[in-house]
Nanobody, 116 residues
Framework: QAQLVESGGGLVQSGGSLRLSCVAS????????MAWYRQAPGKQRELVAS???????TYADSVKGRFTISRDNAKNTVYLQMNSLKPEDTAVYYC??????????WGQGTQVTVSS
């Protein structure tokens, strides 16, 4: 079993920055792919950014150039640096760990609110 615990959410003005952190317990971190998803009220959960165990990254078009996903294997932590935040980035952000043919894990979510 593994657990993912997010932190770093909050209220920020448009144009501001936040860094989300996700600490993974258990032995999965170094071999699992990690990702950040978000879900805004009334909308489906969407992929924001992903980072494979090999270091490859993908980003949603809406966040390219503004968000950066990274990981620190020594700390079992994945980060999402969010710059130039916009009101449309307001959502609950979820950390995800996944690997083909293996169970996926989710964190409890952290709220990000961007005021205009």
């Amino acid at each position: 079993q593994a657990q993912l615990v997010e932190s770093g959410g909050g209220l920020v003005q448009s144009g501001g920055s936040l860094r989300l952190s996700c600490v993974a317990s258990g032995s999965i971190f170094s071999i699992y792919n990690m990702a950040w998803y978000r879900q805004a009220p009334g909308k489906q959960r969407e992929l924001v950014a992903s980072l494979t165990s090999g270091g490859s990254t993908t980003y949603a078009d809406s966040v390219k150039g503004r968000f950066t996903i990274s990981r620190d294997n020594a700390k079992n932590t994945v980060y999402l640096q969010m710059n130039s935040l916009k009101p449309e980035d307001t959502a609950v952000y979820y950390c995800n760990a996944h690997k083909t043919f293996q169970k996926a894990y989710w964190g409890q979510g952290t709220q990000v609110t961007v005021s205009s």
